[in-house]
């Protein structure tokens, strides 16, 4: 009976414990979750397990590697915010899956990505033809971003925190000098400071880093 009593309080401790520890985390959806929230998530629901099933063992042995994976999370959500590379290579970058209603065999291939997968997402996006698909970005969330003939095109970042993404400008058939050449009608040399530069509706719009 004692280490009943044990238990129910060590779960309602660490139930408060962890609603804290999340909410300091940070606001992001489930499906939003980077593959370092995912992983911190999880080892903290092993240890708050381990806790409660073990009353003998001392709650701090519990605390403490959740209090060290929040610091974990934390630090990493600082380097992300301020590191484009460490951002790609931790949540990776958005892949193209259609384009101009083609799909993209190889990148399908690339990211293990099928057919069923896909025509399910297009259906849950309200697409009836791939034909009318301008874009199809699969996220790092694995969620589907659909853009039709018919609506908006995506915005596309061609500067990210000061520098440049190839690959974005790949995706409109554009260059680094063409680039270049845009931000020098807007009389902007040094790229450093641009906090982003994106491609939206055939425009180059830029925003400045705040000093």
């Known amino acids: 009976m004692h280490e009943l009593w044990i238990i129910g309080i060590r779960t309602i401790f660490l139930y408060i414990f962890l609603l804290i520890t999340l909410r300091l985390m940070g606001k992001r959806e489930v499906g939003e979750m980077g593959v370092i929230d995912i992983v911190v998530f999880i080892i903290m629901a092993e240890v708050a397990a381990m806790i409660v099933e073990s009353p003998k063992k001392p709650i701090i042995e519990g605390v403490l590697p959740i209090l060290l994976l929040l610091a974990i999370q934390y630090i990493s959500s600082l380097i992300s915010l301020k590191n484009k590379k460490f951002r790609d290579l931790v949540d990776g970058d958005p892949s193209l899956i259609i384009k101009n209603g083609q799909i993209q065999e190889l990148e399908m291939r690339k990211q293990r990505y099928n057919l069923d997968d896909l025509f399910q997402q297009l259906r849950e996006n309200q697409v009836g033809s791939i034909h009318n698909v301008t874009f199809a970005y699969l996220e790092p969330s694995g969620n589907l971003s659909v853009f039709t003939k018919d609506g908006d095109l995506p915005i596309v970042g ?10 974005h400008l790949k995706l409109i058939d554009k260059t680094e000098e063409w680039l270049m050449e845009k931000l020098k009608d807007e009389k902007i040399t040094d790229i450093s400071n641009i906090f982003y530069c994106s491609y939206e509706q055939g425009q180059v719009k830029v925003q400045m880093k705040e000093s």
């Not at 061609?158 to 690959?167: K, R, S, T």
């Open 158 to 167: 061609l500067i990210l925190d000061g520098e440049i993404q190839p690959e």
